[in-house]
């Protein structure tokens, strides 16, 4: 389940962020350029997505009986079909195809829509449903707003690696600086509401800011949290050090960008992996 949630994850937070950067970041003829080198990458996110979705629904029907005979039993999937994991996989299931839709028209901008519903969806299970009334409406709406800037943030690092790669080409440079300051900008905000809304989610869980290190779920939160710090310290060298540096030495502010984001990507998969692991235990 948790390879499961980490693989759908990733793949959706690779589709909303990737492609989002290329649909509504990036400028001129680097945008065309963008989507094209993204497509394969984008396109296999989708499989990965779809498979997920559906093998997602079976694995908690195997979980719920603790037997994998139960994924090829009808009755035992008619009855998962009839609890909120079943709502749930059917809201999914109809956003998967919407997906598959959108990509094959090419709908890019409608693919990025889509794949934030689905995101969102990430809040229909696990401890945001817990709580009720307007609490737990607001727990999800927090859990809403981290999962989607935490994978914005993390999705758009690929095509700005990319961005950096395409800026050094001379009939791309000038869009390509224009579209990593368009980075640069939404980042601060991706950044900010990461933060906040994280705290207030552990706030929410917990009643309590600083984990309980005697609790595998507060110890993997934990590493997630210093995860995550680790970005932001490497964003922030990246935007306040590498950057001014363009003006005297563009290969080398070029190289430590790439080098930076790289780290940032690799840490934003290690967040979702604790995410996908902590996320199905009790937050005791």
């Known amino acids: 389940m ?4 980490f693989l759908h994850d990733s793949s959706l ?3 909303w962020g990737g492609l989002g950067y290329a649909s509504f970041v990036a400028r001129g003829p680097l945008a065309g350029r963008l989507v094209q080198r993204l497509d394969p990458m984008m396109s296999g996110c989708v499989v990965v997505a779809v498979l997920t979705t559906a093998s997602g629904f079976l694995i908690s029907a195997a979980n719920a009986t603790d037997a994998w005979s139960s994924v090829f039993d009808p009755e035992t999937l008619h009855l998962m079909a009839e609890t909120d994991v079943g709502q749930a996989f059917a809201i999914q299931a109809v956003t998967a195809v919407a997906l598959v ?3 094959l028209l090419k709908a890019y901008r409608t693919s ?3 794949t934030g519903l689905m995101l969102s969806e990430l809040a229909l ?3 945001a449903t817990e709580g009720s009334g307007l609490a737990g409406l607001g727990h999800q709406a927090t859990d809403i707003v ?3 800037s935490g994978t914005a943030w993390l999705g758009a690092l690929v095509p700005f690696v990319i961005v950096l790669r395409l800026s050094s080409v001379l009939d791309l440079q000038t869009p390509a600086i224009e579209s990593l300051k368009r980075f640069s900008l939404a980042g601060h905000v991706a950044v900010a509401l990461v933060l906040v809304s994280g705290l207030i989610n552990v706030w929410l869980v917990h009643g309590r800011i600083w984990p309980d290190l005697s609790s595998r779920y507060d110890r993997e939160l934990l590493l997630k949290m210093l995860a995550v710090g680790l970005m932001v310290i490497l964003a922030i060298v990246n935007r306040y050090v590498f950057v001014p540096m363009f003006g005297r030495d563009a290969a080398r502010a070029r190289t430590c960008l790439l080098y930076g984001s790289l780290t940032e990507i690799f840490l934003g998969f290690v967040a979702l992996g604790l995410v996908a692991s902590f996320g199905l ?3 005791v």
């Open 13 to 15: 937070g690779l589709l």
């Open 281 to 283: 235990q009790d937050p």
């Open 112 to 114: 990025v829509a889509v």
């Open 146 to 148: 981290h999962v989607l």
């Open 125 to 127: 299970s696990g401890h």
């Open 101 to 103: 839709v959108s990509t």
């Open 2 to 5: 948790a390879a499961n949630r």
